[in-house]
C-alpha cells in the first residue's frame, strides 16, 4: 500500500519551532519531488515548499528564509524545518509526491499521493 504519513505537529509558541516528517511506506521517496502544503480554515490549500528528487528545494516567499525541506533517502522521510513560527503559519500542514523528480508549481493535479495531514498551530 502507497502511504505518507506526516507527524511533528503540534502546538508552538510565536517565534518557535518545529520540524515536520513525511516517512513513505510502499514506495522509493528519493525517485520523487515531495511538496508539502498548508491548509488554513477557511482558505485554499497552498504549497509551501518543493524538495526534488536531487536535493533541489524552492519555498513560497510566506516561508522563505523560515522553513527549509531536507530529505533523508536512506530513511524515505522529507522533513520541513520551520523557525521563527507566526501565528499565520497555523493549518494543517500535508506532504504529497509529485509525478516525477522535478519541482515546478504546486498544482495540486501534479501530486498523485497525499499524507493525512498534521496539525500546526502557532499561539501564545
Known amino acids: 500500500q502507497l502511504q505518507l504519513v506526516e507527524s511533528g505537529g503540534g502546538l508552538v509558541q510565536p517565534g518557535g519551532s518545529l520540524r515536520l516528517s513525511c516517512t513513505a511506506s510502499?514506495?522509493?521517496?528519493?525517485?520523487?519531488?515531495i511538496g508539502w502544503f498548508r491548509q488554513a480554515p477557511g482558505k485554499e490549500r497552498e504549497g509551501v515548499s518543493c524538495i526534488s528528487g536531487s536535493g533541489m528545494t524552492n519555498y513560497a516567499d510566506s516561508v522563505k528564509g523560515r522553513f527549509t525541506s531536507s530529505r533523508d533517502d536512506a530513511k524515505n522521510t522529507v522533513y520541513l524545518q520551520m523557525n521563527s513560527l507566526k501565528p499565520e503559519d497555523t493549518a494543517v500542514y500535508y506532504c504529497a509526491s509529485r509525478r516525477g523528480s522535478y519541482c515546478s508549481g504546486y498544482s495540486r493535479m501534479d501530486y498523485n499521493y497525499w499524507g493525512q495531514g498534521t496539525q500546526v498551530t502557532v499561539s501564545s
Open positions: 510502499g514506495f522509493t521517496l528519493g525517485y520523487y519531488a
